[in-house]
């Protein structure tokens, strides 16, 4: 790939001077023998002058495929278009995929959006505006409306026909669906399949009528398992009765995808992994709200601690474990609770097993405890020659690490029973929560065997 | 969805009732019409004697289009290897795609290799024996070799002939690659474009020379980047000549970006989450290695705080805020840890801003430091009406914090370096790390003010 890279920087470099020189001709050329990707890389590096120039040397329609494809990672898409005239701004959003259009029309404001749809073809601005209904996250706000439908009384020559008059348009030409009189979904052909048989048979008998399809307020998730599953290019959605409204495509499930494994990551850690910021100031205050809400949440353990501080002060030892404790509870319900949030978005049925998991938890909790817990009641008989503090130390850490992990498995689990994401429950959550039940666990253990530890 | 599967549970139950009835015709009519995801949904419903009447009824290619599907997620494929005549599973791998076949044949003992290999094609055996040497996570170990090439110097009409014919045997038909007479690669043309030209158009003229392929070694997440980059279906694989090896298809690449997910995120928690184990004791003996082994490290700080244990009799309130400054510092550090191995992961050129990563992460911890440590010097200072002992605490935050995002960024970077990944300098290995330098950073502070917070 290195020499791709190489190649394509020389091509940048190449194509910067085409547009200095005003070399119309040759930089058209050139730019448009690049695959749309690197178009939009070239693009992106231009300053605001050079993409004047670009906005000249180029139609809408041009300029729209490379949109189709930048559009899901820059956040100067908006710039972009307010430094082209309006129409020429609408026009190109005309001609985007209408998916990637409704994309960047979430991301402007209500007068910029009623501009841009007021210069646009009343069909095709329609079509955007109810896409823009669509709420988040259902399949119906990532599908396209560019799908091939056909008939079935017709044969195979005459829907490649059809398909040939539309592959320009269409976002994917390799699946046709085939729909009734009432635009009801009744049957799917692959091009593979449109290649294989011969001309002159009828779609109705090669095409496939145990169609899948998801609805359109399906949960993208849901729709990326169907994906995974079956190995889709392409999956066809209609409303709840069978009419054929859009298609999702696999290019817009693999973002989907990456989005989930994002949120569940930054979910885990208590930080959005997407910040970009390089400048620390801003970095910082995207962190701190949850580090001063933990903080808080912190305090009532240290007060905690401070309503035990005349046991503390009698046996001193005992300030030497609260780490130890606390930290190894906090680990074991981490892990629980990354288990859990796992468990919950990988489960077709989301009300069921939810008792077995939160039990089978507990029971993990308690063998992990024990093991954890006779290790550390041996270490700390010995090392302190006082078996009696180990068997404090011991008993805590295994109350502790069940309860962790009982906290771990349920919290997510009531927090997607009360339609939160479950990944919200972080991981710095979880171990500053654990932090407060350990102590409370220890102390309490510690209290009941005073007498006996501190004599012996 | 839901009336999918209700249709789906019925027509399982008659197929059952088929296969129990000997109804050869009606089985394998009703089997065969299902999707090959469905299918393998059904066999895998089945216990080991319907699975042999499904043996002789459906013919081992038949099976080999189900097993393509269910191989990636299944356990028991082996199983089902060794219940079927040897004859019949090798013929039935061999009309596998060869990458699932290949995933197959890395799961299985070397003996069984050989068996199955010596009784398929010599042709096709070499072909699978080639695909198993290369390395793990590379392009190689993921590509198939079923895919169409031709030459250049044809009319798009012969090239959609050879198209067709291949159609039954390719994973897709989808792009045809263009090669010369020493099968290098120099051209790529889609079905689409294929399609929409003329059929006595040359297919040099039509094909694009400008061809995105991935080298056989190329690591599997770059190969995964280019496909989320240039909304691929499929990509081309070659040697360092150029020469044509195989395919890498999209439906790979999203068992390469759940599987990478998946990692990242069980890295960060500590734990496997696709553990699926329902048994208590094999759940905890996957985590426990991980818990003791930071049991271990967290000794170290239960002896580094035994060895303040003089300070902390003379001061038993610094008790009370142990577990508030290594938690704090903790959460501060997987936030760090969380953005580091994000950004290591999406960086193009994994060897610049490493620098510029940490000096960040150092000034984002002492942002949220002060910020942090500012809080808790008030609240502590009121609330203890001893504004030293804020101070000390204080302090003693803005240090542990600083430490932990630096430990944070820095440990998974140098993982990188040395060739680890980065991912498996866990969240909880960080935390209990940050545990011991925050204790030794809190102790350290407090001694020095010892006579001035004890006095107030």
């Known amino acids: 790939m290195d020499e791709n890279q190489e190649e ?3 091509h940048f470099l190449q194509l910067k001077s085409e547009l200095q020189k005003n070399d119309l001709q040759d930089f058209r050329e050139h730019f448009l023998e690049m695959h749309i990707y690197d178009q939009g890389q070239f693009y992106q590096s231009l300053d605001g002058e050079e993409r004047q120039l670009v906005y000249s040397y180029m139609s809408p329609k041009e300029l729209a495929d490379m949109f189709d494809v930048i559009e899901e990672d820059d956040e100067h898409v908006e710039e972009y278009l307010s430094e082209m005239r309006p129409r020429y701004a609408a026009d190109m959003l005309s001609e985007m995929y209408t998916d990637n259009a409704v994309d960047i029309f979430n991301e402007l404001d209500k007068k910029q959006v009623a501009k841009y749809l007021s210069l646009m073809e009343p069909e095709h601005a329609n079509e955007i505006r109810e896409l823009l209904h669509y709420e988040d996250d259902t399949a119906g706000s990532i599908m396209t409306t560019e799908f091939v439908s056909i008939v079935a009384n ?3 020559r005459s829907a490649m026909y059809v398909l040939k008059k539309e592959a320009q348009i269409a976002e994917t030409i390799y699946y046709t669906y085939v729909v009734n009189t009432e635009n009801q979904l009744v049957g799917v052909i692959s ?3 449109l290649i294989i048989n011969d001309d002159d048979t009828m779609v109705s008998e090669v095409m496939s009528e145990r169609v899948i399809s998801v609805h359109v307020g399906d949960d993208q998730e849901d729709v990326a398992q169907m994906f995974r599953d079956y190995d889709f290019l392409a999956l066809p ?3 709840y009765e ?6 999702v495509t696999v290019d817009d499930i693999i973002d989907v995808i990456d ?5 569940d990551y930054s979910g885990l850690a208590g930080v959005n992994v997407e910040e970009v910021d390089e400048n620390p100031i801003k970095s910082a205050s995207r962190r701190l709200p949850w580090l001063i809400t933990l903080l808080f949440l912190g305090m009532t353990t240290a007060s905690l601690i401070n309503h035990y501080e005349a046991l503390v002060s009698k046996a001193s030892i005992l300030a030497v474990f609260i780490s130890l404790i606390t930290g190894t509870a906090g680990n074991a319900g981490t892990q629980s609770l990354a288990v859990a949030v796992r468990r919950i978005a990988m489960s077709d049925d989301k009300d069921s097993g939810f008792g077995r998991l939160i039990i089978g938890e507990i029971l993990t909790g308690l063998v992990t405890g024990l093991v954890t817990g006779a290790t550390i009641f041996i270490i700390v008989g010995i ?3 006082n078996f009696v503090l180990g068997f404090v130390i011991g008993t805590a850490m295994v109350a502790a690490i069940t309860v962790a992990n009982l906290a771990g498995s349920l919290i997510p689990m009531v927090m997607e029973k009360l339609g939160f994401d479950p990944a919200v429950a972080s991981g710095p959550f979880i171990t500053t929560l654990s932090d407060l039940t350990s102590v409370l666990i220890y102390f309490n253990i510690a209290s009941l065997f005073m007498e006996h530890f ?3």
């Open 259 to 263: 989005d989930e494994a994002a949120s």
């Open 237 to 239: 959605v209609t409303d």
């Open 454 to 456: 501190i004599g012996s």
């Open 242 to 247: 069978d009419h054929l409204l859009g298609i």
């Open 8 to 10: 394509l920087e020389a």
């Open 154 to 156: 017709q044969t195979v």
């Open 191 to 193: 091009l593979r399949d």
């Open 383 to 385: 090392w302190k020659h």
